[in-house]
């Protein structure tokens, strides 16, 4: 198997980083086609590391609901740790700072994700536990089949599950 670095060293320490291009070649040579496109990678950086911003101030918004509101509502709350993994691939002695970092990054803001949308269903179940009308193009959502909620348009099933 080819190393991300090369230059490495076989126990899979990374060479030491001399200057920002050794840096932006190193961490696209996992890339199909890097020199073609590294000034384009470049430029979608900030596109990258700007929703981190939005993504911090939601999980602040997302726990303080979670914390509120799911004890009143009697709904089990969303265990973080089981969506949210940092800390491991950053262990990774052949991946540079930079692609750890990177990483880090991806595996926070993809669990958090996760982890607000188990919330979301959650909540979505407690207080309006109805599919989706069925549409074309319209990608169902498969929490709803798993949480058992009620069948569009079906007056029967909906008092059936939610009473009166």
């Not at 670095?5 to 070649?25: D, Q, V, Y």
């Not at 509120?68 to 700072?97: G, H, Q, W």
């Not at 269903?121 to 498969?142: D, L, N, S, V």
Request: aromatic share 14%; glycine share 6%; with cysteine.
């Amino acid at each position: 198997m080819r190393s991300l670095c090369p230059g490495a060293k076989r126990r899979g320490k990374s060479p030491p980083l001399r200057n920002f291009k050794t840096l932006i070649i190193r961490i696209m040579n996992y890339r199909k086609f890097q020199s073609q496109r590294v000034w384009l990678h470049l430029l979608t950086i900030p596109f990258i590391w700007l929703p981190l911003i939005a993504i911090l101030l939601l999980d602040i918004l997302v726990t303080i609901f979670q914390a509120t509101c799911f004890p009143v509502y009697k709904i089990e709350k969303v265990k973080r740790s089981a969506y949210i993994l940092v800390m491991d691939r950053n262990k990774l002695a052949y991946l540079n700072p930079f692609e750890k970092i990177s990483c880090m990054y991806c595996g926070y803001s993809n669990g958090f994700l996760l982890y607000a949308k188990e919330i979301a269903g959650r909540t979505e179940k407690y207080w309006c536990g109805i599919k989706h009308e069925e549409r074309q193009g319209f990608k169902p959502q498969a929490d709803q089949e798993e949480r058992d909620f009620a069948r569009f348009g079906d007056e029967a099933d909906f008092h059936k599950k939610y009473g009166a």
